[in-house]
């Protein structure tokens, strides 16, 4: 298996996912049900599809367990948004803070390892 390098969809990816953690933390702090919150809502929802399309070209020679995280948050988008458009807010929340932190925060600590482009950028960075 050789490294990874910096493809235009990895760097997608990368920048989707970087957004997606930051908009993802704004929309689950504030208020909720806003206008605010729903444009925001929308847009990290958009960034999460980029993720989720971006990882699927992503692979060495085949998909590994965390394109299992794409799939579920491919299957979990869709019925988030139709929760909230329901009125359906418990069970909508349940699902996009599940996202947020499974295919989010679990997945990006993945990332961090030496083995895996980020990681090394990251570690590299912080000069170890």
Do not use: E
């Not at 605010?36 to 929802?45: C, D, F, M, S, T």
């Not at 070209?57 to 329901?86: C, E, N, Q």
């Not at 997945?107 to 170890?128: D, E, H, K, Y």
């Amino acid at each position: 298996m050789g490294a990874y390098t910096w493809t235009p969809t990895i760097a997608l990816h990368a920048g989707a996912a970087i957004a997606s953690i930051l908009i993802g933390a704004v929309v689950l702090y504030r208020t909720k049900g806003t206008p605010a919150h729903r444009l925001w809502g929308r847009v990290w929802v958009a960034l999460m599809l980029t993720i989720v399309v971006s990882s699927l070209f992503i692979y060495r020679d085949h998909y590994s367990w965390i394109h299992g995280l794409s799939f579920f948050t491919l299957a979990m988008l869709p019925r988030g948004v139709y929760l909230a458009r329901k009125h359906h807010i418990k069970q909508h929340q349940m699902t996009m803070v599940s996202m947020y932190f499974g295919a989010l925060v679990i997945a990006g600590i993945f990332t961090l390892l030496p083995s895996r482009l980020m990681g090394q950028a990251v570690w590299r960075w912080f000069g170890i």
